[in-house]
């Protein structure tokens, strides 16, 4: 449960909020869009899973609406936004092996349990962290209610719809609940944060939540398949 805790909650938490420092919150979350895509390929190549046509046909056509959406993003000298989209994948990543870890290892337990161990173990090993890069200003007290809205609301509540839902519905059926995100953060970003919405952007989701549909089996040829991606 200590892996599972640091790989969907501590690593990705942690490498999402340094992404949002460089990229806006409606980008990020296109990227976090590609977590069902991680979790059939580490389905497949780690766990023996079966990849159709259609579904590896849709790997390509989300990749290609990722590189859609980041190929003037990746600029790696001081200043650019390359790390941060890389950090960003690199966190669907960490949730898509952890989907696939917790649905081997953790299938059958109380998902009360789950979500509070998962919650707990992260939170020791990000302990340290938080000792090291402890503000010199302390956090005001609506930081702190933010943080904990985050934390009581946004993460241990959702942790316990996602702990259910992954032992009904596997590894690929809980992770392309990750389809719903764009669409809000998109909404929420231009609303409160001013950011922009273009053509790009609104091409490159289409293509990448389209594509993500394909590899898991949710449209096309590969629906028959949709059981077999995934532990």
């Known amino acids: 449960m200590g892996v599972v805790g640091i790989l969907n909650s501590s690593v990705p938490f942690s490498l999402l909020a340094f992404s ?3 990229l806006e919150a409606g980008f990020t979350s296109l990227i976090n869009a590609t ?4 979790a059939a390929v580490v ?3 780690w766990f023996g899973a079966r990849l159709g ?3 590896i046909g849709g790997l390509c056509v989300a990749l290609v609406g990722v590189a859609v959406l980041s190929w003037d993003r990746m600029e790696f000298k001081e200043g650019g936004a390359g790390w941060a989209v890389v950090a960003a994948l690199l966190a669907a990543l960490s949730y898509g092996v952890s989907a696939n870890l917790s649905k081997r290892w953790l299938t059958g337990l109380n998902p009360r349990m789950v979500a509070a ?3 707990a173990l992260a939170g020791i090993s990000m302990a340290p962290l938080g000792v090291i890069y402890w503000p010199e200003v302390p ?8 943080a904990l809205a985050l934390a009581v609301v946004c993460t241990a509540g959702a942790y316990l719809l996602f702990f259910r839902l992954l032992e009904d519905a596997g590894a690929l059926g809980a992770t392309s609940v990750t389809f719903l995100i764009p669409v809000f953060a998109v909404i929420w970003g231009v609303w409160l944060l001013d950011e922009r919405l273009d053509a790009r952007l609104i091409v490159g989701m289409a293509v990448t939540l389209l594509g993500t549909a394909l590899a898991i089996g949710l449209i096309g040829g590969g629906r028959g398949k949709k059981q077999s991606v995934g532990p």
Do not use: E, H, K
């Not at 977590?35 to 991680?38: E, K, L, R, Y």
């Open 35 to 38: 977590t069902p895509i991680f």
């Open 53 to 55: 046509g259609a579904n």
């Open 139 to 146: 956090p005001s007290a609506t930081t702190w209610a933010c």
């Open 117 to 119: 161990g998962n919650m």
């Open 20 to 22: 949002t420092l460089r």
């Open 43 to 45: 389905g497949w190549v």
